[in-house]
């Protein structure tokens, strides 16, 4: 099992960027499909962005695209969110997974975000 440890939130202005960090540990990296969820006080857990294990393709949620971008260093066993032009609508826990076809998804701990007007 993989084990995931998200890192980089923060407080931020309105139009501001933060990069999110999530690091994988106890198995190998290698093979999963990695994304990040978000969850705002009171709300449902919600997809992201995701990155592929084959071919790096990537998808993002609609509210995200042109905004955000998600990136993997399979070397460092780490993934990345960058985030930019931030709105106070982005203030959500953000959360790691990692999953392959069989397993998962696995969960980080998660990472406040908050985006001040």
């Known amino acids: 099992q993989v084990q995931l440890v998200e890192s980089g939130g923060g407080l931020v202005l309105t139009g501001g960027s933060l990069r999110l960090s999530c690091a994988a540990s106890?198995?190998?990296?290698?093979?999963?499909?990695m994304g990040w969820a978000r969850q705002a006080p009171g709300e449902e857990k919600i997809f992201v962005a995701s990155?592929?294990?084959?071919?790096?393709?990537?998808r993002y949620a609609d509210s995200v695209k042109g905004r955000f971008t998600m990136s993997r260093a399979n070397a460092k066993d780490t993934v990345y969110l960058q985030m930019n032009s931030l709105k106070p609508e982005d203030t959500a826990t953000y959360y790691c997974?990692?999953?392959?076809?069989?397993?998962?998804?696995?969960w980080g701990q998660g990472t406040q975000v908050t985006v001040s007007s």
């Open positions: 990155i592929g294990w084959n071919d790096n393709s990537t």
């Open positions: 106890g198995r190998t990296f290698s093979g999963y499909n």
């Open positions: 997974y990692a999953r392959t076809a069989l397993s998962g998804p696995y």
